[in-house]
């Protein structure tokens, strides 16, 4: 059992490298449309885009709705104010 728990665990380990590593891009890029839209003379805020990407990362029947919109909306909020 140990050597099952073991390995789930190093299982668990690539997915998180990945995910930090898939959020740190995310940020970057978010952080220069941030700069750009600053740059124009653009509100940073574009509720209509952040709701379009809720809604295409939603499915209604998912057990992680909700988790994946608190992240994300927590990392459009980082991006904004950081």
Request: aromatic content about 4%.
């Amino acid at each position: 059992m140990e050597d099952r728990i073991k390995k789930l665990r190093q299982e668990l380990d690539v997915i998180d490298d990945n995910i930090a590593k898939l959020i740190a891009s995310r940020i970057e890029i978010g952080r220069e449309i941030v700069r750009l839209k600053k740059e124009a003379g653009l509100p940073k805020d574009d509720k209509n885009r952040e709701n379009e990407i809720l809604e295409r990362i939603s499915k209604p029947d998912s057990q992680v709705d909700g988790l994946l919109k608190e992240l994300y909306k927590r990392i459009f909020d980082w991006v904004k104010n950081q």
